[in-house]
């Protein structure tokens, strides 16, 4: 395999990695081993790192070595605030500006996130709706949003894994909702709808809302959080 691929490769393994937290918030990478594992030198592995940094997923430190973003209590608090009105601005611009062939790549990736759900394996559910919303945002392609909107998918996927799993009726009837709306987002985008759109953002939103709203509020971060975070000192 040539360099280039090899370091395809790992850009690929540790954004997969973050997203299904077999990375956690706040995780040392080591690079070193890296470097061994994939076959790099510190060239190209420190170049995946800037580009990982500059999309959210993980954190550069002056003389100390690279780690996972953290996901701390403010972090879910933002994301509680943001995440409807991105979502919602994301959808609107992606029902207006969305060519063709994103919509033929959406489609496709809802049958992805169908076949994930047959699986029951909560990564693949996870990348697969991940990868859904990545291509609503390349159909926004505005330059200014795009940076929030990464992040809270970023976020969005770990939160997904560590709080949202499919382990009760109502949270099974969740996902299975939430597939329903993949397809009523993908036939607004298809008629230019930008109002439905918008409000299916909106849904979509609510289906997680109340359980990522547990662990938001005060009360409730003492004890998950333990699991997720370093000290700031870290």
């Given at each position: 395999m040539a ?6 490769t ?10 299904t937290?077999?990375l956690?918030p706040?995780d ?7 470097c ?8 190209p592995v ?5 580009e ?8 550069l430190?002056?003389?100390?070595g690279?780690?996972?973003a ?8 933002d ?11 994301i959808?609107?611009?992606a029902a207006h ?16 996130f ?13 990348l ?5 919303h990545e ?11 795009l940076?929030?909107f990464h992040r ?23 996902v299975?909702?939430?597939?329903r ?5 993908i ?10 759109a ?7 939103w ?11 509020m005060?009360?409730?971060l003492?004890v998950?959080?333990?699991r997720?975070?370093r000290?700031?000192?870290?």
């Amino acid at each position: 395999m040539a360099a280039k691929d090899r370091k395809t490769t790992l850009a690929t393994h540790l954004r997969h990695a973050i997203l299904t937290t077999a990375l956690r918030p706040g995780d040392d990478l080591d690079e070193a081993a890296l470097c061994a594992e994939f076959d790099l030198s510190r060239t190209p592995v420190r170049e995946v790192f800037r580009e990982l940094a500059g999309l959210g997923y993980i954190d550069l430190r002056d003389n100390r070595g690279p780690r996972v973003a953290d996901l701390s209590h403010t972090t879910l608090r933002d994301f509680f605030l943001a995440a409807p009105m991105i979502y919602g601005a994301i959808l609107r611009l992606a029902a207006h500006n969305a060519s063709e062939v994103q919509i033929a790549a959406l489609r496709a990736a809802q049958e992805r996130f169908r076949a994930a759900l047959r699986t029951g394996a909560t990564a693949d559910r996870t990348l697969a709706n991940n990868r859904f919303h990545e291509i609503t945002g390349e159909m926004a392609g505005n330059i200014y949003l795009l940076p929030s909107f990464h992040r809270l998918l970023i976020d969005h996927a770990r939160i997904s894994m560590t709080f949202y799993r499919p382990e009760n009726t109502t949270m099974a009837d969740n996902v299975a909702e939430a597939s329903r709306q993949h397809d009523a987002i993908i036939a607004a985008i298809a008629a230019r709808d930008e109002a439905q759109a918008a409000q299916l953002a909106e849904d979509h939103w609510n289906l997680s809302r109340h359980e990522i709203e547990r662990f938001v509020m005060p009360t409730a971060l003492d004890v998950p959080m333990g699991r997720l975070t370093r000290s700031s000192s870290a």
